[in-house]
């Protein structure tokens, strides 16, 4: 869950959706998304047992409203899908959910993976996003990400504020494969195929009052044009300073290669996105026509409800820069 609102921003935040929040359908806090056929799956934070179909969008390049014609929340019988970050679907066909409070991966019948403790949520930081790449045999290559950055200051423990309440933390991805059907997997993080602390880039200056980025979500991505297939991540980043009031400035994707490196340029959003999104909180990313083009999903603010908006990647970009040889998996 992210800091973008005060605590004051966020009563006022619900005091406006509180009238339209009897709709079963409202999207408030979108956290996720996903496509699945002709519509997309998204996840909000604050729909508790339940996540939503909207229709896709008819073409890229366009802001979608979530909460339109078509939309339908669609519950889920689970005491325990909580605090929904993220959402993609295993190569079996299940849908799975990633519960921040929870560190777990989720479905609709419980639990499919459980994290251990070091993905622990902290001063509302903790595991934002998860993207599946599926393998032979319905095999599901899971990715997860723990997304780092500055703690929200008012949520960390006061005996704790000295020592790291301004204090930017990284970001880091765990990777695992889940078999066929398999659910009610604990996963310690030595037991993991691999463990990457993420590159982030570093904004000039001094912490807490340089920007520094946190990472809401992640898609695998097949490097273009290698005579092997080479795997590594597109990511979403946000950055944000630390002072009393936070300064939400960059918000762009990245490649990175299987090792957590930085690949090529990053793409800033804002030479893309209506003016009136530019600075909105993105948090939910996906393919939505593999290796060409994304989705985005954005949280609700008091004057601006969610939107959907798709992405054409600029081909010069995607081609573009070093490759990720020598990092595949």
């Excluded at 409203?65 to 939309?71: K, S």
Aim: no cysteine; glycine share 10%.
């Amino acid at each position: 869950m992210s800091s973008y609102h005060s605590w004051l921003g966020r009563v006022l935040l619900l005091a406006y959706w509180a009238p339209l929040a009897a709709q079963p359908q409202l999207v408030i806090e979108a956290s996720g998304v996903t496509r699945r056929g002709d519509s997309l799956l998204v996840v909000d934070d604050s729909a508790i047992g339940a996540y939503f179909r909207v229709p896709v969008p008819p073409k890229s390049g366009m802001l979608m409203p979530l909460n339109r014609q078509g939309t339908q929340r669609m519950n889920l019988v689970n005491a325990v899908a909580v605090d929904l970050e993220g959402i993609d679907s295993l190569a079996d066909g299940r849908i799975a959910f990633l519960s921040e409070r929870m560190r777990s991966l989720i479905g609709r019948s419980g639990i499919i993976v459980e994290y251990e403790g070091d993905l622990s949520e902290f001063a509302k930081r903790g595991l934002e996003g998860v993207a599946v790449r599926p393998l032979a045999g319905a095999v599901s290559r899971i990715a997860i990400v723990w997304e780092g950055g500055y703690p929200d200051y008012p949520s960390v423990p006061a005996l704790l504020r000295g020592p790291l309440g301004r204090k930017s933390m990284p970001a880091r991805v765990v990777i695992h494969d889940l078999q066929p059907r398999e659910r009610g997997k604990r996963l310690r993080l030595r037991d993991a195929l691999q463990t990457v602390e993420l590159d982030l880039p570093v904004m000039p200056g001094v912490e807490p009052d340089a920007q520094r980025f946190r990472v809401p979500d992640l898609v695998w991505y097949l490097w273009p044009g290698s005579e092997q297939p080479e795997w590594g991540f597109l990511m979403l980043m946000s950055s944000q300073n630390s002072v009393e009031k936070p300064h939400y400035m960059h918000h762009w994707l990245q490649r990175f290669n299987m090792s957590g490196k930085r690949i090529g340029d990053p793409l800033d959003l804002a030479e893309f996105l209506p003016p009136k999104v530019s600075a909105a909180n993105w948090e939910g990313l996906s393919w939505f026509e593999p290796g060409k083009s994304v989705v985005m999903v954005h949280e609700g603010e008091r004057d601006l409800p969610p939107n959907a908006f798709v992405l054409e990647l600029p081909a010069s970009w995607r081609f573009g820069g070093a490759t990720a040889s020598g990092n595949s998996r």
